[in-house]
């Protein structure tokens, strides 16, 4: 039986070619059994997908509306706008402009309007216009023909809610200062007009001719000077327009044209699509550890039919791509139900957004959006799913002939941390191309790797100490229940990552709402003056506040406002600062109209924080202001620089002799620029005067009488503003609810999914223990035990990444105080811990249900 | 004779903890293509191990195995996986068939892997041979223990092996289905003039190979010469 020794040649036989058709018929064939189960684990992804479907068709469907409609939104080819009457030099520029093109003016102004019907009054946005303005789109009225018609006679266009509001008809009166209009009609859509801006100042056009005689233009009002061309040949208007920016910027004034309206409105709703597809890109990655941990599982339950191909002759990167072509026709199956569930999402986005836009989207279906979300659902199902299918390669034939075989890994071996590397790059890559912004994508994914790892550490926390702390001499079912949490295929780290998680974002969102909701009620609090009188000529000041004395009304506050601008900074002036492309000088600071006040005292929500507060101008040398901390620091302004001001005209240089820290919560007026006395007090103002009233009643009679004596004065009911507030808010809340239940519906998929997963491993050592004599309700008091323990920490831990989120948010993003509120954290994880507990039940009935006897026999 | 296989100085060892563990020590012996022998011996003795090295699925910590004119030993586990492909048939205890394959697909796999024609035709024959020929589209599920361990020993024999290893082929079967397989099992053998390695606690099995080898604690107890030559 010797052999020849020498005959023996260490030979590498031909490795057998990689077979890619038969690789996806094995695949395909794999699946038979398991394709339910496998859609289960992608149907964690679906909601995620779902919800990137949705909110890319509505940002693509949105984009293609602003760019149709950004003419109509403007309503010409080129508006200049100013805060003040044109300068000579820009005067001319318009005059110029007059003889190549269709032209109009319009006077832009808050102002009080009263129905002389039924005495009702309401602040309203007047926009008093000459010209055919205009020129793209229309203003909707009805009857139609009133659009154009109130331009010609003594009439006007109302709001049509406003005149739904007060019963007001067509043909009835109204009061603008001095002036009364009859209704022409009713206005239904003002160019660039939405639901909330027609809601928090309805719009009346008047004929701009009668305007100085409703008495209403005076110093120092607050007025919007716009002028609207529309040009024959539109072909160099963008060149034109860039030209001549930085001389209208020098005399205050901007320019808008199609292409910038396109721009500016684009980018205000990128931002909103891209803070959603965030907040679904946050669902979509909760649901990928879910897919990470059932293939995990279900490698696990391949490992037998591994080593037999493996014993056949199957190469370890074969046995991989087997279930890699499985994963990816699951991913890509499921990416696709996300998608057709994100067409249907997306017909209603618009729908619930409308009263934010001020165009009309449609709802087609955005192929490009379909695409994006089935290629990332594809991509992430299989990075997150690589990790798990990565072990494939480590199973050894072995283990077909020993059951207990455990696999070694290779050495050498950082495929792992390669596919980690890969996921941080995409989760990273992902959000830098939704926000555009390489910092703040930083800190979303350390955030989302932050929590993940704290979640995951805790898991691992607690299955150590529980194992070393094991309380023998406890009842035995709950130490069963205890030893669920770190026996062998256990599901503690995925179930704490996945509930943790999910409490997390319904604690975080929560707790914004209610720093939201906090700075409301602040605002609208008992002792809170709710009505503001502004526009107060200084004539008018002694009157106005006897008609308050005679309701009996306090005056909260009766301040003095000062419009002005910033000329120079420490000899820089606007004129060269806003031509800077340098980027260091602070262009905001100039941009910007300051409505300064006057006194000697600091309020109650002032403090300074630096410098020394002068409450009056000694008359020798410049005056000392005082300016906003934060304000000061985001304009690069610093103690001692002098600040000159244009005040309607006149140079005023002055010196920042301190910085204040405003709470800027609360009802009062605050001011970034605080005056000494003693330097304003000649200068063209406006008073703004706080009080309260104490009913509707003496509000309505109050508001009657202000308005019939002083016509000019505007009054804002805070009652009002609060209430659209918060319809707004609601509204907004809606939207967020509606994203967040997505994070969250995900959430409980991916535990249902998990839990479904334990349950395949459950059912051997459930029906041994039924075998062994344990009743059912034993084995459901260790099954309801084993989730309690689990939800309650689940919860806590999200609970606690979820206050330390809010605290961040409070201190830092709404510069207020963080208020601990014991009893919702307290309801939230008891119904978190319901859930777990109760999901947890339901998947495990099927278990406790089946005969001993079935389960053993079928070897399951 | 050609020798299939050959084995100098094999051992295996675990490590357990700081421990090593010595499985198999000094296995040297050869076997001759076409015969058939058996390796026996009590629970713990290593004889699944020793099946494990001889058929490639695991790597010796000393020595050196010949299989088939080709050192195991140095190959990774992609040129060993090409080995059993090519050379190399199981039957196992317990069937090991592919729950989510059908009794002809688990019989086409080998067949399909090594990129062969008319694998279906073939594979339609040999469940012919086992008697099967009209449960092929059945599941594993579908099947009794018997009929499972027959669709393996179609699928073992599918790629015509030059060695077929069978771990405790019998152990779940009861004596009249044993009968059976081992009759098939012998019967195929023959046909083909592959060489059988049986691993078995079953003297009476055993006893129906031309060789017996017994392993105690590790290592070659006897190696045996039978009287069942007829085989």
């Known amino acids: ?286 649901g990928c550890t879910g897919v990470a941990s059932a293939v995990h599982v279900y490698v696990k339950e391949k490992v037998n039919t591994i080593a037999v191909l493996r014993c056949l002759g199957v190469k370890a990167s074969q046995a991989f791509t087997i279930f890699l072509i499985q994963i990816i026709g699951i991913g890509l199956l499921g990416s696709a139900i996300g998608a057709a569930l994100g067409i249907v999402l997306q017909q209603f986005l618009p729908f619930v957004l409308s009263d934010f836009l001020p165009v009309h989207i449609s709802t087609a279906i955005s192929w490009t959006a379909v695409g994006q979300g089935m290629l990332l659902g594809v991509l992430i199902s299989v990075l997150f799913a690589l990790l798990p299918l990565l072990s494939i390669r480590n199973i050894s034939p072995l283990n077909a002939i020993r059951v207990a075989y455990e696999p070694t890994q ?54 150590w100490m529980v194992r070393r702390f094991f309380p023998s001499s406890w009842n035995y079912v709950v130490r069963q229940a205890l030893a669920n949490l770190y026996r062998p295929n256990n599901q503690t780290t995925l179930l704490m990552v996945a509930i943790g998680l999910g409490t997390a974002f319904i604690s975080i969102l929560f707790f914004v709402q209610s720093i939201l909701m906090n700075r409301l009620n602040l605002s609208s609090g008992t002792n809170q003056p709710n009505i503001v009188l502004f526009d107060i000529q200084s004539s008018q000041k002694q009157g106005v506040g006897n008609v308050a004395a005679t309701y009996h009304l306090p005056v909260n506050a009766f301040v003095p406002v000062v419009n002005m601008r910033v000329a120079a900074l420490n000899g820089i002036k606007a004129a060269q600062a806003l031509t800077d492309t340098s980027g260091k000088l602070p262009r905001g600071l100039f941009r910007r109209e300051y409505r300064v006040t006057y006194r000697d005292s600091l309020t109650a929500s002032e403090k300074i924080v630096a410098g020394k507060w002068v409450g009056v101008a000694n008359g020798n040398g410049l005056p000392y202001i005082s300016m906003e901390e934060n304000f000061a620091k985001r ?90 507030l918060n319809d707004l808010i609601s509204k907004i809340g809606f939207v967020i609810r509606f994203m967040a239940g997505l994070s969250i519906s995900t959430g409980i998929v991916v535990f249902i999914a998990s839990v479904f997963m334990s349950k395949y491993q459950r059912i051997r050592e459930t029906v041994l223990l039924r075998t062994l004599g344990a009743s059912r309700k034993q084995i459901f008091a260790i099954i309801a035990l084993e989730y309690f323990f689990l939800g309650i920490l689940a919860a806590i831990t999200g609970i606690l990444l979820g206050l330390a989120a809010g605290w961040v948010l409070a201190k830092y993003t709404f510069e207020t105080a963080f208020h601990l509120q014991l009893l919702p954290i307290i309801i939230l994880v008891l119904m978190v811990c319901l859930l777990t507990v109760g999901i947890g039940l339901i998947n495990s009935c099927g278990i406790v249900k089946r005969s001993p006897l079935e389960v053993l026999r079928n070897e399951v | 004779m050609e020798t299939i296989l050959q084995l100098q100085q094999v051992g295996k060892t675990y490590k357990s903890g700081n421990q090593t563990l010595a499985v198999l020590e000094h296995i040297s012996f050869s076997a001759e293509a076409g015969t058939t022998l058996s390796i026996i011996g009590p629970s713990g003795s290593g004889k699944t191990t020793l099946l494990g090295l001889c058929a490639g699925l695991d790597h010796p910590s000393s020595g050196s195995i010949v299989l088939h004119q080709q050192r195991l030993e140095n190959l990774d586990e992609d040129q060993l996986a090409a080995i059993r492909n090519q050379y190399v048939g199981f039957i196992f205890q317990n069937f090991q068939l592919m729950p989510t394959l059908t009794a002809l697909e688990n019989i086409m796999v080998p067949l399909e892997l090594r990129g062969e024609k008319q694998v279906k035709k073939r594979s339609l024959e040999l469940l012919d041979k086992v008697g099967l020929a009209d449960r092929g589209h059945h599941y594993p599920a579908q099947l009794s223990g018997g009929e499972q361990q027959r669709i393996a020993i179609a699928r073992a024999f599918a790629n015509q092996p030059a060695i077929l290893f069978a771990d405790e082929p019998t152990g779940n079967l009861d004596a009249e289905t044993s009968e059976m397989i081992v009759n098939l099992l012998f019967n195929l053998n023959k046909e083909s003039g592959t060489t059988l390695v049986l691993v078995t606690h079953d003297i009476e099995l055993a006893s129906k190979t031309q060789r017996i080898i017994r392993l105690k604690g590790g290592k070659i107890e006897s190696d045996v010469v039978t009287a069942m030559v007829e085989h």
């Open chain 1, 1 to 286: 039986m010797n052999q020849n020794t020498s005959q023996i040649v260490t030979h590498h036989p031909n490795k057998n070619s990689f077979r890619p058709g038969w690789l996806l018929r094995m695949a395909w064939r794999d699946s038979r059994r398991s394709r339910s189960r496998l859609l289960l684990f992608v149907s964690s992804v679906i909601v995620g997908i779902a919800s990137l479907v949705a909110i890319y068709s509505l940002g693509n469907n949105l984009n293609d509306a602003i760019n149709n409609q950004a003419a109509a939104l403007l309503g010409a080819d080129v508006k200049i706008t100013s805060n003040q009457p044109l300068t000579p030099a820009i005067q001319q520029l318009v005059d110029s402009l007059r003889h190549s093109s269709n032209y109009s003016e319009e006077r832009n102004f808050a102002s009080m309007v009263l129905f002389k019907k039924n005495n009702g009054i309401h602040l309203v946005q007047v926009r008093a216009l000459q010209g055919s303005f205009p020129y793209y789109g229309a203003l909707e009225a009805d009857p139609a023909a009133a659009g154009i018609a109130f331009r010609t006679q003594q009439r006007a266009l109302v709001d049509a809610t406003l005149m739904l509001q007060y019963g007001a008809n067509i043909g009835d009166s109204i009061q603008v200062g001095t002036v009364t209009f009859a209704i022409a009609g009713k206005l239904l859509n003002a160019p660039g007009q939405t639901g909330f801006s027609a809601a928090i100042a309805p719009i009346v056009y008047l004929p701009l001719q009668y305007i100085q005689q409703t008495g209403l233009l005076q110093k120092g009002s607050r007025v919007s000077y716009q002028y609207y061309f529309h040009f024959k040949q539109t072909a160099n208007i963008e060149k034109w327009a860039e030209a001549v920016r930085p001389r209208l910027e020098a005399n205050d004034c901007a320019i808008e044209t199609v292409e910038t309206q396109k721009e500016n409105t684009g980018r205000t709703f990128t931002d909103l699509t891209r803070f959603l597809s965030l907040v679904g890109f946050i669902a979509l990655l909760l």
């Open chain 1, 410 to 463: 290779r050495k050498n071996d950082f495929s792992g941390w390669w596919v980690y590397v890969l996921i941080v790059l995409f989760v990273y890559g992902f959000t830098y191309v939704q926000i555009q912004e390489w910092k703040q994508a930083l800190q979303f994914t350390i955030g989302i790797g932050m929590a993940l790892l704290v979640l995951t550490a805790i898991a691992r926390l607690l299955m």
């Open chain 1, 635 to 724: 304009n690069k302004v610093h103690l001692g620089d002098t600040l000159t001001f244009n005040v309607q005209g006149v140079p005023m240089p002055t010196i920042v002799g301190s910085l204040r820290q405003v709470n800027w919560g609360g009802m009062q007026t605050n001011f970034l620029v605080l005056f000494p006395k003693g330097v304003l007090e000649s200068a063209p103002q406006f008073w703004v005067l706080l009080t309260k009233v104490p009913t509707q009643q003496v509000s309505a009679q109050f508001q009657q009488a202000i308005v019939q004596q002083f016509p000019n004065v505007s009054i804002i009911d805070l009652a009002l503003v609060l209430q659209i």
